[in-house]
């Protein structure tokens, strides 16, 4: 079945410094892919999302680069801030299902 | 304002017990899901209904039952609750259920449940 694999569970840096996290997925077709974040007691928002192969959507300074080669969608910022602490999820659609979440990422920047 | 609506917001059950999550929705949206977080399975996909009726169920229990009285209404009813059922549940919704859509899922703020 289609299932989405963030390898990280807990990714702690400074603030200032860049953050990748990772993202590939399995799926008998060919999906979106999307990045959610879910700041503490809050509901998970959508961050960016992507269908087109090499094209990189770009929100609030973190992008995402879809590569349908490597089955990969891995999530970047160039300079970590404060507010970025959250949980992030790297989604795929699945059909009926809306979405089908990785096991999630808890990125924590310190100052 | 919000856009959709959950309640309660927290909720603390006696093991044994029956409650219902209510979620409504004011976006427009035709698909509405059931997703579960927990410690041990963040954002679990539960229930999806598209034009109020059912699409996928991935919830191996029966005492999990979603309910939709109108097309922007999908509430959780929950019998024989047991301490394993306590979780955040999100009501979501988006504008057409579909795989290659890329159909964007809002949602709500949660129920946090507690069974004791």
């Known amino acids: 079945g289609d299932s989405v694999t963030q390898t990280e569970g807990l990714v702690t840096l400074t603030e200032g410094l860049p953050v990748m996290l990772n993202c590939t997925y399995q799926s008998t077709y060919s999906p979106f892919l999307f990045w959610y974040v879910q700041h503490l007691n809050e509901a998970p928002k959508l961050l960016l999302k992507?269908?087109?192969?090499?094209k990189r959507p770009e929100h609030q300074g973190f992008h995402a680069t879809l590569h349908k080669s490597s089955s990969s969608f891995h999530l970047q910022k160039s300079s970590a801030q404060l507010s970025d602490s959250a949980l992030y999820y790297c989604a795929s659609s699945v059909y009926a299902q809306g979405l089908t979440f990785g096991l999630g990422t808890r990125v924590s920047v310190f100052p | 304002d919000p856009k959709i609506i959950q309640k309660p917001k927290y909720l603390v059950a006696v093991t044994g017990s029956e409650k219902i999550l209510i979620c409504e929705q004011y976006l427009g949206h035709n698909a509405m899901y059931w997703y579960r977080q927990s410690a041990k399975k963040p954002l679990e996909f539960m229930f999806s209904y598209s034009y109020q009726k059912l699409m996928d169920n991935q919830t191996a229990s029966s005492r999990f039952q979603p309910q939709s009285s109108k097309k922007n209404h999908l509430d959780l009813q929950i019998t024989a609750l047991k301490p394993d059922d306590s979780a955040t549940y999100f009501c979501a919704s988006s504008q057409e259920v579909g795989q290659t859509s890329g159909n964007t899922l809002y949602f709500g703020e949660g129920s946090r449940l507690i069974v004791v």
């Open positions: 992507s269908f087109t192969d090499n």
